[in-house]
């Protein structure tokens, strides 16, 4: 069983981010770091492979300034490899040129099953991985809170608003996990010092069959035109229940069109 796990590298998530002034983008000259989202495709990875009973689990990521702190997170959790493209030209990529350029990567790949997070933590239009699929002519599973593999088959328990659906398809697929669907392993010490000789192979966008008008800026179909600050969330009411309370919760979620 191979799998092949999408993973964002983004800004430190623990720092508010910066965005450039002209073009709207977050500000990501510093170091990346493995996007949290990103822990649970890895761990789940890395259990189908044991309970598959062998494989390989391969990292792919397109990240600026040739980043690999993230990459090296992942394969220090135990992934045996990983796929880095990072070029000048990918600068300005919206999230369709980014998903042909993984699309492109990932068909060196070959993997059984591919894994993303359901949207990640910083740019998280959470449409990326599907677009990835359609390039690929692979089916795709979305919002999995459970996943195991049955001979040619993936099973996925798909998050609903109500509870989950079982879903199923064949192999080969892409699945986009939620968080929690398992618990991210840390990695060990031993395991850092491995992820060191852990081969990164890392592709410019020539290397890919791409070229820098179907990425960046000039292969751009979106712009974003502004970023305003998120409202501020306005504080709640107490209500006291006077013998009333019933009453005034009705006459709120009436006002609020909920009943
Ligand atoms: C006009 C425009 C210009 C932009 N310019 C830049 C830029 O110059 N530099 C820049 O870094 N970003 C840029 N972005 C943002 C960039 O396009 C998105 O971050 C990227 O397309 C991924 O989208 P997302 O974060 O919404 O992914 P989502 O769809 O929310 O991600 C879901 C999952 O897909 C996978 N995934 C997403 N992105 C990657 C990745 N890069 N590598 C591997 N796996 C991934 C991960 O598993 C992730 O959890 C730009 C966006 C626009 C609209």
Redesign the pocket.
Known sequence: MNIAV???QVPDTASPGRLDPT?H??E?SGKLML?P??EF?VEMALQLVQAAGGGEVTL?????HGEISGLRTALAMGADKAILISDEGL?????L??AKV?AKALQRVQADLIL?????T????????VQVAELLGLPSITFAKRVRIEGQKVLVDRQTETGFDEVECPLPALV?VTAGVVEPRYPSFKGIMAAKSRPIEQLKVADLDLSTDDVGWHG?G???VSVEPAEARQAGEIVVDEGDGHERIVAFLEQLKVI
Do not use: H, W
């Open positions: 999408c993973v964002k073009t983008t977050l990501r996007d989202s990103d495709g792919v990521s397109m990240a600026p600068q300005g990529s919206d999230a040129g980014t993984l993303a997070a359901t949207e990640s910083d740019g998280y239009t959470g449409t990326l991985p986009t751009a979106q712009e974003i």
